[in-house]
Structure formats: C-alpha cells, structure tokens
C-alpha cells in the first residue's frame, strides 16, 4: 500500500521535515535508573490503567535503544522526536545523574552519526514524584525547578538538538491530570487545573530563556494539543459551548503564548476558579518561539449544558479509531488555517498526528489499511493549509511503535511498528511500509 501526496507537493520538498515521535514512559522501561514519577504512582492505583499495567518495562527500549535506532533510520525518516525523562538525568538534590545524562547522549551521537535530527521534549508528563510531593506542578516552584533542568540539560546536550520543545500538550497534565481527573495525578478541582496551567505555561517561558540563551541556533517551542470544537446542533446555546470549549481547551494555552493573554472566558470563571497571576507572568510565557508544535487527532463536539457551560459529545457515528475519536481530517485544515488566520504564527511542525487500530500480528505481517488511509488524509490535510498560506515545517507520525498509552495501558495500539510485549519484537506494520516508501520518495525527490 502506498500514501499518495501530489508530486508538487510541498511535503517532497527538501527542507520539509519527516519523522517519528515516541515519549520516555511509554517506551523506555529501565525504571530502575530513574527516579520514581507520577505515572508510576497512578499505575500503582486501582482501577487508574484500564488493564492494570505500568511503565515499569514498556517497550524496553534502554535496553534495545540502538537497534531502535537501526529501526527509525531503516523508515527513511529526516528526524526523530522523543522526551527526556527528568527522574533520570536530575536526582532529587538537583545534582545531575550523569549515567542518565550519558543514555540519553549516546542516543542523540547514535542519531547524529545517520544524519537525524534529534527533536528533544523535556516534559512528557513525568514528573518526578519528589516534586509531586512539594506540590508538584500546584506550586508556583516548579517553574524554577524546571527553568534549571531545562539548563542542565541544554548545557549537557549542546549543539547535538536540532529542536526543543519544552513541554508535550499541557492540555493533558493541566486538564486530564487536575480537571478530568483521568491522567496522574488523578485530582478533580477546576481551580487546580487553571493553576496548573498557569504554571506550565510559566515554566515553558523560563525554560524558552534558557533555551535561547545556551542553544541559540536550535529550534526551540512548545508542542500543543488542539482539537476544533463543533456544536452538537445548530442552536445559539450549542454554538456558544463549542465557542467557550475552544476557549477552555485550545485557545487558554495558544493566546497566551502567542498573545500574552488569556481568552476572555477567564473573566467568566468564578473567583475561586481563576488562577493566580502575577505581574510579569504573561510577559514570561510569551516568550518569542522559534516554532509551534501542533499534535493532532480528532475535532470535538460540545453541547451546552443547562449551567450554561458545556460537555463533549462522544462521537458514535464512523469512523472511529480505537480511542473512539472520529477521523477528521479537514479538521486539521481547518485549525491551522484558522490559527493562522487569528494569530502572527511561528513556523508550525505538527509534532503528532496518528490512530490507535484493532492491530494484529499475523504471520510476521501487520496489515493496517485503515492506518494507512488515516495518515494519507492528514497529509493531505497539510497540504491544504500549506497551499492556502501557513507555514509548516515538518510532520511527524505517532507513533514510531507500539507503548505504553497513559490510562489505556497496552491496550491501545498507535504504531506504525508493531511491538510483541512477550517477546518485545518489533515487527514493521503495512503503514511503517507505506510512510517509509512515502519518506524515501521525499529524499529522493529533494
Ligand atoms: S492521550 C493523548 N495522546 C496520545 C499519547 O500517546 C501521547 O503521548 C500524547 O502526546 C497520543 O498523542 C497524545 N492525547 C490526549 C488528547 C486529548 C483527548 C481527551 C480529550 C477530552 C476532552
């Protein structure tokens, strides 16, 4: 099976950049060398992962990094994305753990060495649990903890990353983790929630200082979550819910970066629920960005409800991935050219953008037809937003294999290589083929 994108495209150009992404918890196991996270103590909650596992192995990917490399070079790829787990290159006092530091080295020379660029995430979501007992990312002194882990790092890596990102979709650990209640840490207070944010977004600022101090000629930016909100019906009280659902869940982490403020629903939040911000904070969070990672999946649909906020509507009509989220892929037009149309954006990357399938291994083979349509339309997707004007700079698949899918556990398969976790055998799947035909082409075309 092949993608197919227009023999112009823009997608074939050289300085168009392909890759995979993968996380740290999801794929790295080796928990032994690392300090404890968030996530370890979530999995050690019942009921938290739907099939009671943990990151305690994943893919085993510290022990078999360098044939993964093999792997990732063997897809044709321009670049590879992945995240530093902070539990293993800081220790508690705040020293750095060199073996930690010297892993993730080896990574990026191995990386280096075929020619890949390296696209570093320092927050994926696992906070070290020492912090999370000093309050974690409720207080107000991560961002200090951050700013310098975000400094050891830059200094320890050097001129071995192409492009930083400072945190993976704050969405997740501000909204699933406080709000939802459905990721680590597993609280349930709108209050928090809008601090935590709050706080996230402060420590991407000061870690987007250092970045651009130690690391000038790198990429430095943020990777956000977005998903287009639709009403569920063509009535004032629907369109409105999905108007304050953007709001709340897109625009509270764009407009601030890209605007220095917050969207005025902030105003409509009771006191107890707004969070507290201090002179300078917005001025920090705007921190110019060398780029804007966009990780895309789905669009959301909200109704109103009878207090006059709103609620998602599951979708139930096809099709759907395993996650259960619609595939959509003109909503991924249609937020970039409705992000560029509303603000002066930096050059974007679309950091993530994949499906969990019903994927079986059958005599070696993984036959994933409807991944491999799904990654064609969203291709052809940014196509569209880059024929109608925004500037987009690359696009990575999610993801590079099989892992560890957060509340999900194993369940969920998003790989384009499928991962035997008896075994831990990586068998390339028919859309690891089909992106890989897809990325030599480009090479070949540039
Ligand atoms: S869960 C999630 N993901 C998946 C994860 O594997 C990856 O680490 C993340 O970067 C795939 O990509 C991201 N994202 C959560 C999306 C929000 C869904 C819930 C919305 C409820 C309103």
Known sequence: MKINVPKTSQLLDNEFIFGVATAAFQIEGGAESRLPCIWDEFCE?????KDGSNGLVACDHMNRWQDDIE???SLNVDAYRFSVAWGRVINADGSVNQAGMDF?????????AKGIKAFVTLYHWDLPCYLQQQGGWLNRSI??????????VSKAFGDRVYSYATLNEPFCSAYLGYEAGIHAPGVQDRQAGRQVAHHLLLAHGAAMQVLQQNCPTALNGIVVNVSPCYAASDTEADKKAAQ????????WYIQPLLDGRYPDLLQQLPDAERPVIEEGDMALIAQPLDYLGINYYTRTVFAATPQGWFRDVKPTVPP?????????????TEILLSLHQRYRLPPVYITENGAAMPDECLHGQVDDPRRVAYFEQ???AVHAAIEQGV??????????????????GYLKRFGIVYVDYQTQQRTLKTSGLALQHLFAQKKAHA
């Open 104 to 112: 993730y080295g080896g990574l990026l020379d191995a990386l280096n």
């Open 320 to 332: 759907l991935t395993e996650m259960g989220w619609e595939i959509y892929p003109q909503g991924l």
């Open 45 to 49: 909650q019942p009921g938290r992962i």
């Open 244 to 251: 304050m659902a953007d709001c709340y869940h897109n625009q």
């Open 378 to 380: 969203h291709l052809l």
């Open 143 to 152: 961002v200090d903890k951050f700013r310098d882990y975000a400094d050891k």
């Open 71 to 73: 792997l990732i070079a």
């Open 391 to 408: 500037q987009i700079g690359g696009y990575f698949a999610w993801s590079l294999m099989d892992n560890f899918e957060w509340a999900e």
